[in-house]
C-alpha cells in the first residue's frame, strides 16, 4: 500500500491528514485481521520517526526518508523518484508483493513505476481527481491532471467508493485500460453506534437544551467550514433559532491552512457569533463518536466529496446529515430519509435544510434510525473482502499495458 503524502498513523482532520488517512489505516488493518500480509509505505515527514512501526499482525508502516521533513503538498512530484527508490529497495530485501495498492495520484506515480519494475498488478485508488475538483471551483494544476491520466491509461484497476464516482470518473476521463472496481469504505461499528445524546453533551460540556450543529474536517475552502458558519447566521435570521450552537471539529489544511482558519473566525466575529462557534481541535478518531452523538444535524458542505466518511460516520451514529449534493454524497445520503441533500451551497438552503430537521421530531426521529440501519451495511471487512478478490483476480489476468 503506497500512501506517499500522509501517514495512515497520523491524527486526521488537520494539515493533509483526513478520511484518507482513515480508510487506508483501517482498510490495511481488515486486510491483515484477514490474513493479508501488507506494508504501507509513506514518508517521514518529521524527524525521529521509526524506520517501520508494526501496527499489528500482518501490518507494518515504512517511514521513507524522501527530501526535506517538512515540504509542503505542492511541493512532493518532486521527491516522488527518490521516494520511489527507496521503497523498491526495501521490497527488494522483503521480497516482491503480489500487487501494488496506490492512494491518491503521487502514490499512484509510484505506484506506476513499481508495476513496471517488478511486473507486479497496479491498482489505484485516488480519492480526489483533478478534473472532478475544476468542476467544483478548484482548479489544480496542469500537470497534475495530466499524471492522473496517465495513471488511469496503466492501472490494472481503479478503486472508486460508489456508483455515482463510477459515473463521474467515466464522463470525465472515459473508460480506463483496467477495470473499475467499487469499494465502498466503511465504519468501525464498535465506536460509531447510536447513543446517548445527553450523556454525550455532559462529556463535551455543551448545554442539554439547545440545537447542536457540527462541522467535522479540514479548515479548507473545499469543505466549505464558511458555509457551515453562514447557515448559523441564516437560521438565526431567519428561521428564529438564535439559541442554536456550530461546533467545527478540525484544524488547519495545506499552505494556507493558517490564514483560511483566521478567515473562519473573523467571519464568526463579523457575523456576531462568537458565543455560538465553538471551534474544536482535531480529536482523536475513536472520540468524534462523542461529537457526533452531542449533535442533532451534521452539516457536509463540501464542494466536493468522493465518498464523505464524515457523512457515513454520523449516520452510523444516527445523526441526520445535511450535505452538498455532489459526488459520493449522492449516493451515501438518501435525501428526504436518511438526511437531506442542498443542491447548491447557499447557506440559506442549508439553514433552511436544517431548520426542516430541527422543527419537526417526527421526521428528525426517523431519519436518525434509517441512517444507522443503512450505515451498518457499510463495514471494513467487507471491503477488505472485496480487495483480497480483487488482488487474486489481477493476479491471474494479463497486465494492462501502458499507452
Known amino acids: 500500500m503506497i500512501s506517499l503524502h500522509t501517514s495512515p498513523l497520523a491524527q486526521p482532520g488537520s494539515g493533509d491528514s483526513g478520511g484518507m488517512n482513515v480508510y487506508v489505516r483501517e482498510l490495511v488493518s481488515s486486510l491483515a485481521q484477514g490474513g493479508v500480509d501488507c506494508t504501507t509505505y509513506t514518508r517521514a515527514d518529521r524527524a525521529g520517526l521509526p524506520s517501520e512501526v508494526v501496527v499489528e499482525p500482518n501490518h507494518r508502516v515504512v517511514h521513507v526518508e524522501a527530501g526535506p521533513h517538512h515540504l509542503p503538498k505542492e511541493a512532493l512530484g518532486e521527491i516522488v523518484e527518490p521516494f520511489t527508490d527507496r521503497v523498491l529497495a526495501d521490497l527488494d530485501h522483503h521480497g516482491r508483493p503480489d500487487a501494488v495498492h496506490a492512494n491518491y495520484w503521487l502514490?499512484?506515480?509510484?505506484?506506476?513505476?513499481?508495476?513496471?519494475?517488478?511486473?507486479?498488478p497496479f491498482v489505484a485508488t485516488f480519492h480526489t481527481l483533478a478534473r472532478v475538483k475544476a468542476e467544483g471551483g478548484d482548479p489544480e494544476p496542469s500537470w497534475r491532471d495530466r499524471a492522473e491520466a496517465e495513471i488511469t491509461t496503466c492501472a490494472d484497476a481503479i478503486c472508486v467508493s460508489c456508483t455515482e464516482e463510477e459515473l463521474q470518473f467515466r464522463r470525465l476521463y472515459g473508460d480506463p485500460e483496467g477495470r473499475i472496481e467499487i469499494v465502498a469504505p466503511g465504519v468501525e461499528h464498535a465506536f460509531f453506534a447510536p447513543g446517548d445524546r445527553g450523556g454525550a453533551r455532559a462529556a463535551l460540556d455543551l448545554p442539554a437544551d439547545r440545537p447542536v450543529l457540527l462541522f467535522v474536517g479540514r479548515i479548507q475552502p473545499l469543505k466549505g467550514p464558511d458555509v457551515a458558519v453562514r447557515a448559523l447566521r441564516e437560521l438565526a435570521d431567519r428561521h428564529g433559532?438564535?439559541?442554536?450552537?456550530?461546533?467545527?471539529?478540525?484544524?488547519a489544511s495545506g499552505n494556507d491552512g493558517d490564514a483560511e482558519s483566521e478567515r473562519i473566525r473573523q467571519l464568526v466575529d463579523e457575523l456576531g457569533l462568537a458565543d455560538r462557534v465553538r471551534f474544536v481541535p482535531p480529536q482523536p478518531h475513536h472520540i468524534l463518536s462523542t461529537y457526533y452523538r452531542a449533535a442533532d444535524v451534521v452539516l457536509v458542505p463540501s464542494r466536493s466529496e468522493s465518498f464523505g466518511l464524515v457523512a457515513l460516520e454520523a449516520a452510523a451514529c444516527g445523526i441526520p446529515v445535511v450535505a452538498s449534493a455532489v459526488g459520493g454524497l449522492l449516493s451515501l445520503v438518501d435525501d428526504d430519509r436518511t438526511g437531506l441533500l442542498v443542491a447548491d451551497r447557499d447557506p440559506a438552503h442549508f439553514a433552511?435544510?436544517?431548520?426542516?430537521?430541527?422543527?419537526?421530531?417526527?421526521?428528525?426521529?426517523?431519519?436518525?434510525?434509517?441512517?444507522?440501519?443503512?450505515?451498518?451495511?457499510?463495514?471494513?471487512?467487507?471491503?477488505?473482502?472485496?480487495l483480497r478478490r480483487l488482488y487474486h483476480d489481477l493476479a491471474a489476468e494479463r497486465l494492462v499495458a501502458c499507452t
Not at 421530531?361 to 472485496?386: D, I, K
Open 241 to 251: 433559532r438564535r439559541d442554536a450552537l456550530l461546533l467545527v471539529v478540525g484544524g
Open 352 to 386: 433552511a435544510a436544517v431548520a426542516r430537521v430541527l422543527d419537526d421530531e417526527v421526521l428528525a426521529a426517523s431519519m436518525a434510525q434509517q441512517s444507522a440501519l443503512r450505515a451498518s451495511a457499510y463495514t471494513w471487512g467487507f471491503a477488505a473482502a472485496r
Open 107 to 120: 502514490s499512484g506515480l509510484v505506484g506506476h513505476r513499481i508495476k513496471h519494475v517488478l511486473d507486479v
